[in-house]
C-alpha cells in the first residue's frame, strides 16, 4: 500500500464513520425530541442494525490492516493524522474485546432502559426501572473488564470519560470540595436569605424562547449553524460535524432562569464543539476531547460568566425587556443576587453553583460503590436519601426527586458525573489564566464576549480532541491542576455576596 493512498483512506473511512453517527445521532436526537411517545421500538431496532454495521465496518480486515499500516508508518504522518489513527485503533481495539452480539445487545438496552426510566420518573416507581438499571451497571462493568481485565472497572469507566481519571484522583478532589464548600454553607446558612421572589412567577414558554435567542447570539453561537429544541433534560449533540450542533433547554413557566441557565450551558457545550478548526470536520478529532473539559466549557459559560455580576448587570437589560411587568421596581443587583442564591435543594440541575458539586460527590460515591459490589442497585434508592441528609441536610420525598432525576445512568453514562465537578473545577483555573491576558470584567459588563470566546477557541475549542485532557491542561496553564483555584473562586464570591 501506499501512503498517500492509505491516508486518503484514513480520511474516508472516518467520513463514513461520521455518516453512521449522523444517523444515528439523528434518530437519538429525534427520540428526545419530536417523537411520539409509542416509537422507542422503532428507533431501537433501526439502532442496533446501525450499531452493529458500524461494529462490523470498523472491526474490518481492511479497517484494521489500513491502520495499522499507517500506525507502522506514523513518521510519514502529520500530528493531527498519529492522533486519529491513535484514537481509531484504540476504538477498535477496545470494541473487539467485545463479543458483537453482547455489544449489539447493550445498544437495545440503552434504547429500552431510557424509555422506561422516563415512566418510571413520572410514576416516581424505582422499581420499574430497577431491573434496567441493574443490567446497565452489570454489563458496564463487564465490558470494563473485558477491555482492561487487570484495571479496577470504575477507574476503567472514569477513564472513559476523562482520560487518566482514577478513584484515587478523585477521592482526594471530592475531599477537598467538601471541605472547602461544607463550611461555607454552613456559614451561610446562619445568615439572612436571599430574596429571589423575582425570577418566580409565570413566564410564558414563548417568551422565554425569545430571550433563549436572545441569549445564543449573545455568547457568540452562530445559529445558521446551531439549533435549539425543547427535552425533558437539556442536553448538547452533534450530528455528523460540528457544522450541525444542537441544543436542547426546557421551559418551566415558573422560574425563567431554569431555562435561561440550560441554554447558556448547554451553549457553551456548543461553542466548544463549533469552535473545532474546520479541517477537523468529519474526523475523529472532531468536537470536545473529554466530559471534563466539555464541562469545564459549559460550566464557565453558564456560571462563571453567566452567573458574574457583570454578565448579569448587561443582560437585565434584556430581562426587563421581555418581562416588563414582573421586573417592574427590580435592579441588576437584585437579578445578581436572586440567580446566586445558595440553598440546598434536591434536584442536581437547578442546583445553585455552590451546591452543585455535593450533588455530584453522592453519585460518585454511589456508582462507585455500586461498579465494586458494595452496594446492591435495588438499595440506590435508600443509600441516595441518606447521602442527601447527610451531605445537604434535605430530605428526599419520593424517588422522582431523588434517585430517578437524572438520564445519566438510564442512558449507560456510568463514571460521567464526575467531570461535571471536575469541568467546574478547571473552569475556575482557566479563568484565572485568561484574566492574565483578558479584561474579564471589563469585556462581560458590556456584554462583549469576543475576546473571551478568541482566549478559548486558541487555547481549547480549535484543537478538538487533538490533545488528552492531561496535555490541554499543561499546555493551557502551564501549571499542574490544583483544585484550590475553585474552592477560592467560591469562597471569594459567596462571602462576598452573604457578607460572610
Ligand atoms: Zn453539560
Known amino acids: 500500500m501506499e501512503i498517500k493512498k492509505a491516508r486518503e483512506e484514513l480520511y474516508a473511512l472516518q467520513k463514513k464513520l461520521a455518516a453512521y453517527e449522523h444517523a444515528m445521532g439523528s434518530i437519538y436526537y429525534d427520540g428526545a425530541t419530536t417523537a411520539p411517545k409509542g416509537t422507542a421500538e422503532n428507533r431501537s431496532v433501526s439502532l442496533s442494525i446501525l450499531s452493529e454495521e458500524v461494529y462490523r465496518y470498523s472491526t474490518s480486515k481492511e479497517t484494521v490492516e489500513l491502520l495499522e499500516y499507517l500506525d507502522a508508518n506514523k513518521a510519514e504522518l502529520s500530528e493531527k493524522e498519529q492522533r486519529m489513527v491513535y484514537l481509531l485503533l484504540k476504538d477498535i481495539r477496545n470494541m473487539q474485546k467485545i463479543p458483537m452480539d453482547e455489544y449489539v445487545k447493550y445498544q437495545e438496552l440503552v434504547v429500552i432502559a431510557d424509555d422506561v426510566w422516563h415512566k418510571a420518573k413520572e410514576a416516581s416507581d424505582f422499581e420499574m426501572f430497577c431491573p434496567y438499571l441493574e443490567q446497565l451497571f452489570e454489563t458496564n462493568k463487564k465490558f470494563a473488564l473485558y477491555i482492561e481485565p487487570d484495571k479496577d472497572p470504575y477507574d476503567h469507566l472514569l477513564s472513559d470519560y476523562e482520560e487518566g481519571m482514577t478513584k484515587e484522583i478523585l477521592d482526594e478532589f471530592f475531599r477537598k470540595l467538601r471541605d472547602g464548600i461544607v463550611p461555607l454553607l454552613k456559614a451561610i446558612s446562619e445568615k439572612e436569605q436571599i430574596d429571589d421572589s423575582m425570577v418566580k412567577g409565570f413566564f410564558p414558554e414563548g417568551k422565554q424562547e425569545e430571550f433563549s435567542y436572545y ?26 460535524s460540528h457544522l450541525d450542533e444542537r441544543i436542547t433547554t426546557h421551559y418551566h413557566e415558573d422560574d425563567f432562569t431554569s431555562s435561561m441557565y440550560s ?82 435543594s434536591l434536584i442536581r440541575t437547578e442546583a445553585d453553583e455552590l451546591t452543585y458539586s455535593l450533588h455530584v460527590m453522592i453519585r460518585y460515591e454511589l456508582e ?17 436519601n441518606r447521602l442527601y441528609k447527610e451531605y445537604l441536610g434535605v430530605d428526599v420525598p419520593d424517588d422522582k426527586h431523588g434517585v430517578l432525576q437524572d438520564s445519566h445512568w438510564a442512558s449507560g453514562l456510568i463514571g460521567y458525573f464526575p467531570s461535571y465537578a471536575l469541568g467546574n473545577a478547571y473552569g475556575a483555573q482557566f479563568l484565572a489564566k485568561m484574566k ?13 464576549l469576543e475576546n473571551i470566546n478568541k482566549w478559548n477557541r486558541e487555547n481549547i475549542w480549535q484543537h478538538g480532541s487533538l490533545y488528552t485532557p ?31
Request: proline share 3%; with cysteine.
Open 436 to 448: 492574565e491576558s483578558v479584561d474579564f470584567e471589563g469585556d462581560l459588563k458590556e456584554g462583549k
Open 263 to 344: 441554554v447558556i450551558h448547554e451553549g457553551g457545550h456548543a461553542l466548544y464543539d463549533t469552535g473545532s478548526a474546520d479541517d477537523l470536520a468529519f474526523t475523529v478529532l472532531d468536537g470536545g476531547v473529554s466530559m471534563g473539559i466539555h464541562e469545564s466549557q459549559s460550566r464557565f459559560y453558564e456560571n462563571i460568566i453567566g452567573r458574574s455580576r457583570e454578565f448579569c448587570g448587561y443582560v437585565f437589560g434584556k430581562v426587563k425587556e421581555v418581562f416588563p411587568e414582573e421586573m417592574q421596581g427590580k435592579t441588576a443587583e437584585d437579578f445578581y443576587r436572586a440567580v446566586n442564591k445558595a440553598q440546598p
Open 215 to 240: 441569549l445564543m447570539e449573545l455568547i457568540g453561537l452562530d445559529l445558521d449553524h446551531v439549533g435549539l429544541s425543547t427535552t425533558e433534560h437539556p442536553f448538547t449533540t452533534s450530528l455528523g
Open 470 to 500: 492531561a496535555q490541554i491542561l499543561e499546555r493551557v496553564l502551564k501549571a499542574p491542576f490544583d483544585a484550590q483555584y475553585y474552592i477560592d473562586y467560591l469562597t471569594d464570591k459567596f462571602t462576598e455576596i452573604y457578607k460572610l
Open 368 to 384: 462507585k460503590r455500586v461498579i465494586a459490589g458494595e452496594l446492591e442497585v435495588k438499595d440506590l434508592p435508600k443509600e441516595w
